[in-house]
Antibody, heavy 118, light 107 residues
Framework: EVQLVQSGAEVKKPGESLKISCKGSGYNFASNWIGWVRQMPGKGLEWMGIVDPSDSETRYSPSFQGQVTISADKSISTAYLQWSSLKASDSAMYYC???????????WGQGTFVTVSS | DIQMTQSPSSLSASVGDRVTITCRASRGIRHDLEWYQQKPGIAPKRLIY???SLQSGVPSRFSGSGSGTEFTLTISSLQPEDFATYYCLQHNNYPYTFGQGTKLEIK
């Protein structure tokens, strides 16, 4: 069974760094790109970017380019989303999702809620 | 980037009603269009992929249609559990993009 399991909720202060994770299982992790989606409280879904675990190639949405770093370690079947200096506006739910190619975004993680507050 | 314009942004309907939600792409996206349902605090659930293919386990009252730039999600007879927010997503071109969402509320 394909699963994407994300790391737990985080509470951070502005200016702190953070790296959240998404661990895949039940399939060859290197075979499918992994994307990240943001959902701010009470708002819609926003596509942030995507990583190819086989070679760590990334594609970012313009709104998130330079704001976050997406990466992957295929040896441990895990993708990451990280911030070097968090802002209050980064408070949101973050989802990872598997790109099934022609079959679209076929599996989602359960979400990681990030709270940034002083 | 491909913009996805979803309408309406909100919709009030009654159990048993037929409802339609539309997404328009700023340029052609072939069949690379999906529909999701989301309830508060829960990850989105895929309903439809490749414009009209029903995700396994999803009731047949959900259907999708369209091509090129105009796509629709139809719920043939609303059930109480269908009141939620719905999103379209294009995965034809990076960056992938979502519609703004349609909140379906009970009348």
């Amino acid at each position: 069974e394909v699963q994407l399991v994300q790391s737990g909720a985080e509470v951070k202060k502005p200016g702190e760094s953070l790296k959240i994770s998404c661990k895949g299982s039940g399939y060859n992790f290197a075979s499918n790109w992994i994307g990240w989606v943001r959902q701010m409280p009470g708002k819609g879904l926003e596509w942030m970017g995507i990583v190819d675990p086989s070679d760590s190639e990334t594609r970012y949405s313009p709104s998130f380019q330079g704001q976050v770093t997406i990466s992957a370690d295929k040896s441990i079947s895990t993708a990451y989303l990280q911030w070097s200096s968090l802002k209050a506006s980064d408070s949101a739910m973050y989802y990872c999702a598997r790109d099934g190619g022609l079959f679209g975004i076929d599996y989602w993680g359960q979400g990681t809620f990030v709270t940034v507050s002083s | 980037d491909i913009q996805m314009t979803q309408s309406p942004s909100s919709l009030s309907a009654s159990v048993g009603d037929r409802v339609t939600i539309t997404c328009r792409a700023s340029r052609g996206i072939r069949h690379d269009l999906e529909w999701y349902q989301q309830k508060p605090g829960i990850a989105p659930k895929r309903l439809i992929y490749e414009v009209s293919s029903l995700q396994s386990g999803v009731p047949s009252r959900f259907s999708g249609s369209g091509s090129g730039t105009e796509f629709t999600l139809t719920i043939s007879s609303l059930q109480p559990e269908d009141f939620a927010t719905y999103y379209c997503l294009q995965h034809n071109n990076y960056p992938y993009t979502f519609g703004q969402g349609t909140k379906l509320e009970i009348k």
